[in-house]
């Protein structure tokens, strides 16, 4: 068999070598890059008078021929195609002759495949960014409509103090926006050309590398031609912000799975998004959200895999690289999808605000302010907390609420009229009205919140 790189060796690779080395049906998901970024090099290197001018020509019109039979899905793969490098190279080829063959001076499939998959992340980076702004406004929209409204925030999944429910969804929108925040700073390093680098040490040909960064839109060139052929250090860094960002969405589905149990009560879950079961006619069961969580497990494992991959490996290019693609796939298409997944989710997601504000009344969750309350009047904190737990000792103890302990058993405990009344008229929306610390869950604060976020995101 004549392979590209048949010579010294005859191509007589075995059958189940060849099987082994092949990805063609892995990077053949980067053809339209691949044919993109040979287009550039070729317009270079008839620039550079590398190639003449008539060749260069003969090229491109075949390469802008194949890349309307790869945009139309009607390009022909060949079972002798080892990559998709090889596939364009072959074609062009077969429509051009052996002029075709000129399209492979002065780089190598080394710089190339980096080019691919850079300009591959280039397009999906700003698409994660902005499904990710989707999420974020969706939640913002849900968090206005229902602003006023209180839930208990939970610490070790018990009941801590009351929140209003929009300071818990900003909590959300928070901690997306390092996310995207994370995702424009890998940008940076996937921004970087390797085009010309060739395999290892560049090239004896006076080629320009900035001409073609330019052309593809990088806005800089690599300075060391071993070092950008052996990188893959800006796939690490964007999968390790996608597996981040997949961990956040996980732990929203796990809230929003909690929360949807008849146990909480605190959201219906859209019916597109649940299904049933076949035995137990009841269900709606959050399947979708858990695939979600089952899926985060899918992206860290592969995120192992290319740390894996990269650790032991000796400079410059290594065939191990070729094994970087499936991580890198898998990773980018679960996280697109999952981010949008959970936009809609959120969208239409019945919340039920009398239950969650009717859960305040469990657990004791205004026993902090109370405390703050004796503080302020003097009692050291610590002190504080001694009689506040007392007090809630004898109400649970009841079964009671705290508000509606007898004056007399509070008063045994505390002899101030004012803390008497403070716990007798406990209510949680004083609550968080009284917050006022940065960042807090006061109402004010939280109004304020909405609409410095809503700037940020329109
Ligand atoms: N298919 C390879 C990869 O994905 C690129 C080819 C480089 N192969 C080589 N033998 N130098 O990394």
Redesign the pocket.
Known sequence: MNYLWTGRLKGNLHEIAKKYTF?LEI?KNLASFDVVGSIAHVEMLVKQKIISKKDGTTIISALKKILDEINKGIFKFKEDDE?I?TAVERRLTEIIGTTGGKIHTARS??DQ?VFDEKIYLKYILPEIKSNIALLQKTILKRAEEGFGFCMPEMTHLQPAQPVLFSHHLIAYISMLERDRERISDALKRVDISPLGACACAGTSFNIDTEYTAKKLGFSRVFSNSIDVVSDRDFILEVLADFGILMVHLSRMAEELILWHSPFFGFVDLPEDFCTGSSIMPQKKNPDVLELLRGKTSVVIGDISGIFTLMKGLPFS?N?D??ED?RFMFEVCEITILSALVMAEIIRKTHFKFSRMEEACNYGYIEATDIAEFLAKKGIPFRQAHHIVSEIVGIASEKGLPLSKLDKRVIKEIVCDDDVVNFIKNLDVHKSVKNKKSQGSTGLELVKSEIEKWKNILK
């Open positions: 990805s990077d990559d490098h499939r080394n495949i290019y065939r690289l070729q693609k």
